[in-house]
């Protein structure tokens, strides 16, 4: 990887690690899964969170180096259908844990 492309990944990495979205979604999410949870071991639900948190900082490595490396090899029409589909993926999963939390509420 050169300069330019290691500046612009790591670029893209602080904006995915430092999104309000993906911060609130990973917390939503997160939050959720560990209060439906049956277990009463905090060991578990500390394995749980630290698993959860790591699997979000892949997945802002993945993420990013897939935009980063994918938006440059596979052009602007691709790329902009790929974020469509991500949007529509966010709402629709946005959509489901709040229906779901509702439903659990009630």
Do not use: E
Request: with cysteine.
């Amino acid at each position: 990887m050169n300069g330019s492309m290691a500046k612009d990944f790591g670029r893209g990495l602080g904006l995915a690690l430092a999104s309000p979205s993906a911060l609130l979604w990973f917390a939503t999410v997160g939050g959720s899964v560990i209060a439906s949870s049956q277990t009463d071991s905090q060991a578990s639900l500390l394995a749980f969170f630290g698993g959860f948190f790591l699997a979000s900082i892949v997945w802002c490595f993945v993420v990013t180096g897939i935009a980063s490396h994918g938006g440059k090899r596979l052009g602007p029409k691709l790329n902009r259908s790929f974020s469509v589909l991500s949007a529509g993926l966010f709402l629709y999963f946005a959509v489901k844990v709040f229906v779901d939390g509702y439903h659990t509420l009630l």
